[in-house]
C-alpha cells in the first residue's frame, strides 16, 4: 500500500490499460522510496514519452515531463545542477532505446548518480502497437505484420557493457524482487538500471495470442530464469527454450559515479 505521501489520488482515474504492467513498477518504486525514506522535497522524478512516461503525474513529488527519449538528458542536468536531489528516471523500451539510445549507453558510461526504471513491454504501446527495438524476432505489431525479423536489443546487457554501477531485471510479476532490486539501486551511487519486462495486452498481446492479462503474465514467469543458472546453461551449451530471459542482479560495483552529492 502506497502512503499518500507519495500517491495522487487527485488524477485518478489512471490512463493505463486494463491488465497493464506499469502501475505494478509505479507501486513497486514508491514502495523502495518509501524504503529509503527520501522526502518528496529532495526527490525528482522525470520522464519521456510513452505509457511508462506518464508515471510521475500520479507521483506527489516534483517532475519534468520531457521530450521524446530525452530522459536521461534532462535528468543528467537535474543531477549536475542540484547533486542534493534524489534522481529517478521512468522511461519505457522506445523512449530508451530507440530515439534515446545515445543518451541511455552516454548516462551510463558517465555512470550519473541516478535511478532508471525502465518498463519494456517489447513495443510501442502508446502510438500505435509499433515494433520496437526489444520487439523479439517473430513477434508480431502493426509495423512487422509478418513477424519481426531483426534481433532485439538486451537492455541490462548493453547498460552492464556501458559501465552502469548498478543492473538488475525482473518482471511485472516478480513484485518482491523487483521492489528489492529498485531499493538496491537507489542505495548504489552511480546510474542504477532496473530493467522490468511488463505486459500490454492491447497492443503486445493482442497481437500475439497473448490477449488475456492471466496469459502474459504466466508467460513472464514461465519464462524468467535467474541469472545463475541461464548463464550456467549458455556456458555449457544447452538448449535453452525460445523466448526465455535473465533475471536477477546482472552487475553491482564501485566504479567513480557523476553527481554524488560531495
Known sequence: MIAPDWFREDRLPHIYCTGCGNGTVLNCTLA???????????????SGIGCSSRAPG??????????????????????????????VVFTGDGDLAAIGG???????????????????????????GQGSPTTPEGAFSTTTPYGSSEPAFDLAELAVAAGANYVARWTSYHVKELTKAITTGMQTPGLAFIEVRTQCPTNFGRHNKLRRVPDMIEYLRSHAMLVSKYDRLVREGAEIPEGTFSVGELVRRKRPAMGVKQ
Open 32 to 46: 523502495a522510496v518509501e524504503e529509503m525514506g527520501w522526502e518528496r522535497d529532495g526527490t525528482a522524478f522525470i
Open 102 to 128: 545515445n543518451h541511455f549507453i552516454h548516462a551510463c558510461r558517465r555512470n550519473v548518480d541516478m535511478t532508471v526504471v525502465c518498463m519494456n513491454n517489447q513495443i510501442y504501446g502508446m502510438t500505435g
Open 58 to 87: 500520479y507521483i506527489l513529488a516534483d517532475s519534468l515531463h520531457t521530450t521524446h527519449g530525452r530522459a536521461l538528458a534532462f535528468a543528467t542536468g537535474v543531477k549536475m545542477a542540484r547533486p542534493d536531489l534524489n534522481v
